[in-house]
């Protein structure tokens, strides 16, 4: 999801209507058909056959047996009995319990589906549980059941049910993606809690394609959003791993809040949350539709832009057009003119077939290492081999490819792929030589453009000369650092600050007696893709209230960024940590102006606007004097200023999110400007606006957004004070930045200031008016508040 599983928030809980009364239990001796259906007793689930997808005068429904959310108006399938064995015929299905005491689905007088378990009594029921977990059990005895759904899941975990292996019966509960959201077949990708206790997914159950990395006692290593520190956790999580059983389950405070965490149809874990109209995703793993194995298919380009954009390479088209829709992109391409493969020697097979070379990629997989001294030999090795497709020839050698070519990802540095085509194809592309390869959108352009701002500085500084790490981090430009001397000045990466979801910091020194921050990226393709983000935001661009960067290192597989170092750490530190030094009122209004005006500065001094889409405490920093710094540019976005908004995936941190993400619209600066009236709320009350003590008990009054608008409108802002500050404040500038912050946290983003504006208001240039209650705020207090 970000995360694999659950960040389940009091911002985003529901209130639905209860449903009328409907039977949990099936005996023998009835039978479910049509649209009747067993709905558990709490509302929340339903058990019946289903037809998704719409009916066209020229085909017939599947139907399938599922259960799914009854209080969903969106058809959304938790569980699917027979995906594999979908019922066509006209007939309507049954579902009962059979002679044997088994639970069957029975149509045009054949079995498609039947529990197959091994019953030793005479009478079972089955039952539809609160949990949505679908049982069959003794009819005189309800502690002995025979076969469960959560035994059997099908791509969703719901919470109560457990994912992980029985050691000693050898039964794995593991999730397997649908096919599409139509077909409810079994997809090629999987998702399973190893032995060891980490969860991994896997394409065709064989290539690993992410890990979750070990449990810690309180969530699992590699997804930092399950702590309570990266968001809004209102779960209980569970991990067992011992002699007879390894697994993971959670379970949801709020029981109103309906969360769904499933493998998608693209292999991405997916966590997400209906709010009254639409689901809305709140996080991803992994965060980039390219980390998935295949994501794509054979022969394609998976660009590394926000949303997943898979185009065939050159002299290749859509194997199979149905399957390039939205919901599965992985048909793959196939070749327009066949190879030349008669034999012959190698100056023959050479006239007729030739290559075609795909710059700035990541190459794939399961290549072929070959003995070969000039990138000629490897080419010729390749044409002599008819199932060759593709070779490179770069620092590591020569290699080459068989069949078909999977995960090439574009956006990669110095990578080249040179593709086999027919002679004929090849003349075809010359004569229409206009564009690229692929097509890459604008925001890769300008990290193109970014990056090759930083090569030029590193050509003119001497092509990583050795006395680099001697250079005053005070001059022009930035500095590319060798990898040996980044070891050296961080003691080989000793000290950690802290880390991310993109890596580690280290706290590190020049031989000037500079401090330095170094952050090391990790992972190839995030960790590139954060690199290149950084360096084309604040490697160019400078403020006071801009961390800056000083310089990177790019060497092979290895990409850091230097910073310089803030002694004082990140706002957070201060705000919520028992060991963090008390910001008195002074301190935190320098702070609060400071970061607006980086803001600003981001969205109106630079040439192009830069929306940073994660503001947040963690990503504020504060040198010496504590003046604030604003840091990590990786998720941010570039806004030309020909264009007014941008449209991208979801991001950013659970509790700093404004609205408009939910409905997936373009996004404008609006964004940070939500951010920031969140982060200023907690620079008033020293609390989290997304703990625990937000939500303790479901007291939805008590969030403390909904206390400040309320207490601002009766006049009442000295409660809302952090109480460490023991009174010591103006009272004047508390209602005046309690209103700041309310006028940016408003739903629509016309209503919020813009940062411009807002530092008006702190400097007391402008007046901001009384802000009235967001009608999101309003809705989750049931408007009780409404004015």
Not at 693 to 716: I, T
Request: aromatic share 10%; net charge neutral; glycine share 10%.
């Amino acid at each position: 999801m970000r995360p694999l599983l659950v960040l389940c928030g009091l911002l985003f809980s529901l209130h639905t209507p209860s449903c009328s009364a409907a039977t949990d239990t099936l005996s023998r001796g009835h039978a479910l058909a049509g649209d009747e259906r067993l709905v558990s007793g709490n509302g929340k689930f339903a058990l019946g056959f289903f037809q998704p997808g719409s009916r066209s005068s020229n085909n017939t429904l599947s139907s399938y047996l599922g259960i799914w959310f009854n209080k969903v108006p969106k058809l959304t399938p938790v569980w699917t009995a027979n995906g594999d064995n979908p019922i066509t015929n006209p007939t309507l299905p049954e579902l009962m319990i059979s002679g044997d005491g088994n639970l069957v689905v029975i149509a045009h007088g054949t079995v498609i589906w039947s529990t197959q378990s091994n019953i030793t009594t005479n009478g079972t029921t089955v039952v539809l549980l609160d949990s949505g977990n679908l049982v069959l059990r003794s009819s005189s005895n309800t502690s002995c059941v025979f076969w469960q759904s959560f035994d059997h899941p099908t791509d969703t975990f719901l919470p109560e049910a457990k994912i992980g292996q029985n050691k000693v019966t050898g039964l794995n509960r593991r999730l397997v993606s649908r096919k599409n959201s139509i077909d409810q077949a079994s997809g090629v990708y999987s998702s399973e809690l190893g032995l060891d206790g980490i969860f991994i997914s896997l394409w065709n159950s064989s290539e690993r394609y992410w890990s979750s990395g070990e449990w810690n006692g309180k969530f699992f290593s590699s997804i930092l959003e399950m702590s309570a520190q990266s968001g809004f956790v209102a779960c209980n999580y569970t991990f067992v791993n011992n002699d007879q059983e390894v697994y993971f389950s959670y379970t949801v405070l709020d029981e109103s809040v309906i969360i769904q965490n499933f493998l998608d149809v693209s292999g991405q874990w997916k966590t997400r949350i209906w709010l009254k109209q639409d689901w809305m995703t709140l996080a991803l793993q992994p965060n980039h539709p390219c980390d998935v194995y295949a994501a794509c298919g054979p022969f394609t380009v998976c660009t590394e832009d926000e949303n997943l954009l898979c185009s065939c390479m050159k002299g290749f088209s859509v194997r199979s057009p149905q399957d390039w829709g939205l919901e599965d992109t992985r048909g793959g391409c196939i070749r327009n003119t066949p190879l030349n493969c008669r034999g012959g020697n190698k100056t023959e097979i050479g006239m007729t077939d030739k290559f075609y070379s795909l710059p700035r990629i990541t190459l794939p997989e399961n290549g072929k290492s070959i003995n070969a001294m000039s990138a000629k030999e490897c080419a010729d090795v390749c044409l002599s081999d008819c199932s060759c497709t593709a070779y490179s020839y770069g620092k590591g050698g020569c290699t080459v490819w068989h069949g078909e070519l999977l995960n090439v990802v574009a956006g990669g540095i110095g990578e080249i792929l040179y593709l086999r085509l027919a002679a004929k194809e090849l003349q075809s592309l010359k004569r229409k030589r206009g564009g690229m390869i692929i097509g890459v959108g604008t925001s890769t352009c300008i990290v193109s453009f970014g990056f090759m701002f930083l090569i030029v500085l590193w050509r003119t500084r001497g092509k990583w000369s050795s006395h680099t790490m001697d250079n005053d981090h005070g001059g022009i430009g930035v500095i590319a650092y060798r990898y040996v001397d980044l070891q050296r000045a961080t003691k080989n990466f000793s000290k950690k600050l802290g880390e991310g979801g993109f890596g580690s910091v280290f706290k590190g020194c020049l031989s000037n007696s500079v401090d330095i921050a170094v952050k090391r990226l990790e992972g190839a393709r995030q960790g590139e893709k954060q690199f290149r983000t950084e360096v084309s935001s604040i490697g160019i661009i400078q403020h006071v209230n801009l961390v800056r960067l000083i310089g990177f290192c790019c060497e092979g597989g290895r990409r850091l960024l230097v910073y310089e170092h803030m002694p004082n750490c990140s706002l957070d530190a201060h705000l919520f940590q028992s060991q963090g030094t008390r910001l008195y009122w002074n301190v935190r209004c320098q702070i609060a102006l400071g970061v607006a005006r980086g803001l600003a500065y981001l969205h109106h001094g630079c040439r192009d606007c830069i929306i940073h889409c994660d503001i947040k405490p963690q990503n504020i920093l504060l040198d010496a004097s504590f003046v604030p710094k604003i840091a990590d540019f990786g998720m941010a976005k570039f806004l030309g200023r020909d264009f007014s908004r941008v449209l991208t995936t979801m991001r950013g941190t659970i509790g700093y999110l404004a609205p408009e993400w939910i409905s997936g619209i373009a996004i404008t600066s609006k964004v940070d400007v939500y951010g920031y009236g969140m982060v200023l709320l907690e620079i008033i009350s020293g609390k989290r606006n997304s703990g625990k003590e937000s939500s303790s008990n479901s007291d939805h009054a008590s969030y403390f957004p909904v206390q400040v608008v309320h207490k601002l409108l009766n006049g009442d802002v000295a409660s809302l004070v952090d109480e460490n500050l023991h009174g010591d404040v103006n009272l004047e500038e508390v209602e005046r930045v309690c209103k700041v912050a309310c006028w940016c946290i408003q739903d629509s983003e016309f209503d919020r200031p813009t940062m411009v504006e807002v530092v008006q208001f702190l400097e007391g240039t402008l007046e901001p008016g009384m802000p009235p209650m967001p009608r999101l705020l309003d809705s989750i207090i049931g408007g009780s508040y409404s004015t």
